[in-house]
């Protein structure tokens, strides 16, 4: 297979800055050649993508990243090759929507009793109008509006000091939406946690083992945030639990400091990966 991959990356249906249909040109000006679109609790860009890709451009896999956690933690898991018209995937993005938007409105109500920040109405109904709102989108009001400096201020010295009570997507719930719709489940940037929680040893793999339970099938060994000892050690517990390996940038635009194609992945892809690969006609069983 020529070119290389990357399947996490960001458009602006969730929080990236390039539209789907800017991420593809970039995609093929890049030389990758196999890519997804991971957005955060969204399918959107799949349907875009799908309809624009003309013969010749990079193959796309259907992607998804949802945002979950449980008592023990948070998880991001991406979701690979799932229909996008399932009801069993389009039942955990429509919860995971109604979730942010509820964080959206609190954290609103939050600036306004706190600090006496307002916005215009048609400010606030273009931002319920977005298919995935967040702390970014609302840290750029923030900007806008001049009661803040930077998105990076407005986020961490304002929006991050309210205290919400959230509800989550439980990475269970996540996993069996992504399996009923014929995708696959896997862990993103796995030894990462909330904040800048590392998780490592007997606690990463008392997170597989659970996750595995659930019917998770892969591991993001290759990711731009990790250091060669961190994919050695994906590598190997990719081999422990039986699991795919997959490789991703995690790009998000401007809104992120990192490359597309940025994965670590480098010379010979491992067998895992291409094992995951061949699930999607992706390689020949002779490469």
Do not use: Q, W
């Not at 995935?132 to 989108?137: F, L």
């Not at 750029?140 to 010295?157: F, Q, R, T, W």
């Not at 719709?181 to 659970?210: N, Q």
Request: glycine share 12%; with cysteine.
């Amino acid at each position: 297979m020529d070119g290389s991959i990357d399947l996490h990356m960001h458009s602006t249906v969730s929080d990236g800055t390039d539209a789907p249909g800017e991420l593809l040109a970039k995609v093929a000006a890049a030389g990758i050649s196999v890519f997804s679109i991971t957005d955060h609790d969204a399918v959107k860009s799949a349907f875009k993508i799908k309809e624009i890709r003309k013969e010749g451009d990079p193959v796309f896999i259907t992607g998804a990243e949802f945002s979950c956690k449980d008592e023990f933690g948070k998880y991001h898991i991406l979701g690979y090759g799932f229909d996008p018209e399932s009801e069993a995937v389009k039942s955990v993005v429509d919860r995971g929507h109604g979730i942010r938007v509820k964080k959206v409105a609190a954290r609103l109500d939050f600036l306004k009793s706190e600090f006496g920040m307002t916005f215009p109405t048609e400010e606030i109904d273009n931002l319920f109008a977005l298919d995935n709102p967040g702390k970014p989108h609302i840290g750029n009001l923030m900007v806008k509006y001049g009661y803040a400096d930077s998105k990076e201020n407005a986020i961490n010295n304002y929006i991050n000091k309210a205290r919400i009570k959230n509800e989550h997507i439980r990475p269970e719930e996540a996993i069996e939406g992504i399996l009923g719709a014929g995708g696959v489940p896997v862990l993103a940037h796995p030894f990462y946690g909330s904040g800048d929680e590392l998780i490592l040893g007997p606690d990463m793999e008392e997170r597989l083992k659970r996750l595995k339970a659930f019917g998770l099938r892969g591991l993001e060994a290759f990711y731009s945030g990790f250091s060669e000892k961190l994919r050695r050690s994906a590598l190997t517990l990719a081999d422990k639990f039986d699991l795919y390996v997959t490789a991703g940038s995690d790009y998000h635009g401007g809104n992120k400091l990192v490359n597309l194609g940025d994965t670590g992945l480098a010379g010979e892809y491992p067998e895992r990966l291409k094992s995951f690969l061949l699930l999607f006609g992706v390689l020949k069983k002779t490469e």
